[in-house]
């Protein structure tokens, strides 16, 4: 007799990148098993990408949200292959990098955070570091390593290893400059647990790095390494192209989910913010955790946990005659040290990291501002918010000019902190949610990692457990 298994309905919350990978398996591999199931992608917005969203105009090739993915488990690469796009991935171009201490820049090791073939070296002879400074941070190379494998803060671990100064100087500039996070209260196992790895197999991190090519961040100028990574025409390519790949998914754009109730048949019944509703056998819901605990308002765990802290940031996009950017001609960005009396907290200049950003002649500047801490800035006007980017710019690179464009978009709450035990916190919610909801998936950024490669392993992931699911129910019949 042939076994068949009953119609299922899964429901996706959110359409950013972890829901739509999240969609784009699950159609496949239920296809590929010749699964009956409905899926349906709600999103919020009447757009999907959620923080990844490119504006094209004039010419200009626009992030307002993320510009680039460091792929190191090559998911976007794995993704990209499967829709056919692999060849539409683009690498950035070499420059050179800096931190703003006080008033000036200083260009800082190539590889000495991301790793490859650190030269310890140039540690010890560059400029953004005292002389006490630098033989602090040569004390790695003698320093045993941690005898317990506890979490700590980031600033704890990197101070342990190198001091203060190194700190102070380049490890808090870069990680607030991309992540907005405070160094202070952020897990090291969280966001960086292969350098406890790195201590725990060689001692001195320094050595760990150049022996293994580990590090923190993409600050490459070798050809030849990893790097940093796009799409040609933005990385709403992605997005677009995954939407289009949705052939037998519904996508509802502008609906709000309000809350989600377990049945007693263990399905879920989703209510909508337009009065409908409607039962689904599984849920992913990819949203920040705090509208999850929102959604789930009956959760005994969830209303037990406390709110997530995010980091409320602005991306400042500008666009310049070429001519006006004497200074600083092979530079690619440059990072701000918490001392120094600047408002911004990173500077890339987008045409040089990457090909075709910018019309020919023409210069195209990304700006981060805000950080934990320091929010209000984000609030302010358009204008507010280019007086005091200028401002900083003038003082950094001596930039006089007024931008011919400027693009502001502002992401409140929109980076999570993963603050100390995050991992081991996150773990142990998601079995006791998953006591209460049994058919209910949480994912996304909020949970196993922020970045792009990180959401879109987490879609991956979650994809596979539901078709699991689903295979183990058809047996089962």
């Known amino acids: 007799m042939k076994v068949t298994l009953t119609r299922r309905k899964v429901v996706i919350v959110g359409g950013g990148i972890t829901g739509l990978t999240t969609a784009y398996y699950l159609q496949q591999k239920t296809m590929a098993h010749n699964l009956p199931v ?20 004039n010419g200009y090739i626009i992030e307002r949200g993320p510009e680039s993915f460091f792929d190191t488990r090559s ?9 056919n796009i692999e060849h539409k991935i683009i690498q950035n171009n070499n420059g050179r990098t800096f931190i703003a201490i006080g008033n000036k820049l200083h260009q800082i090791p190539s590889n000495l955070l991301l790793g490859g073939s650190p030269k310890i070296l140039s540690v010890l002879t560059s400029n953004f570091l005292s002389l006490s400074g630098k033989v602090r ?67 001195s991190l320094l050595v760990g790095m150049k022996k293994t090519g580990r590090g923190i961040y993409a600050l490459l100028d070798a050809p030849g390494e990893i790097h940093y990574e796009s799409f040609d025409g933005g990385l709403e390519t992605v997005i677009e192209t995954l939407e289009n790949a949705l052939t037998n998914v519904t996508i509802l754009k502008g609906l709000k989910v309000d809350s989600i ?10 209510y909508l913010n337009d009065g409908t509703s409607m039962q689904a056998d599984q849920v992913v ?25 995010y980091a409320t940031i602005a991306t400042v996009t500008l666009a310049f005659d070429k001519k006006v950017m004497q200074k600083y001609a092979d530079a690619l960005n440059f990072f701000v040290s918490r001392s120094s009396d600047f408002a911004i907290t990173t500077c890339t200049w987008s045409n040089r990291k990457f090909d075709h950003v910018a019309p020919e002649g023409h210069e195209l500047l990304r700006v981060y501002i805000g950080r934990v801490g320091d929010e209000s800035i984000v609030e302010l006007s358009d204008n507010e918010i280019e007086k005091i980017v200028l401002q900083d710019l ?19 709450e929109s980076m999570p902190q993963y603050t100390i035990g995050h991992a081991e916190r996150m773990g142990a919610m998601k079995d006791q ?27 991956m992931k979650t994809a596979e457990e539901i078709l699991q699911q689903l295979l183990e129910e058809k047996l089962a019949i």
């Open 38 to 57: 409905e899926i349906v992608l709600i999103d919020s917005s009447l757009r999907l990408g959620g923080k990844i969203h490119t504006v094209r105009k």
């Open 75 to 83: 998911s976007v690469r794995s993704l990209a292959r499967d829709l």
């Open 137 to 203: 941070a040569a004390g790695d190379l003698l320093l045993p390593k941690l005898p317990h494998d506890a979490d700590e803060p980031i600033s704890d671990f990197f101070r342990r290893r190198f001091g203060k100064e190194l700190v102070e100087n380049l490890v808090e500039p870069v990680l607030a400059g991309t992540y907005a996070g405070d160094v202070d209260h952020v897990s090291m196992q969280s966001m960086f647990p292969q350098f406890y790895q790195l201590e725990k197999d060689y001692g």
């Open 261 to 270: 109730e377990k049945n007693v048949d263990l399905t879920q019944q989703l």
């Open 285 to 309: 819901v990819t949203t920040p955790f705090n509208i999850a605990k929102k959604i789930f308002r009956d959760s005994e765990t969830l209303n037990n946990m406390e709110k997530m802290n």
């Open 394 to 412: 003038k003082k950094a690179i001596g930039l006089e000019e007024r931008p011919s464009l400027m693009v502001v978009a502002r992401w409140k």
């Open 433 to 459: 949610f998953h006591q209460e909801f049994p058919n209910v998936h949480l994912t996304g950024s909020s949970y196993e990692g922020i970045s792009i490669p990180d959401c879109v392993t987490q879609g």
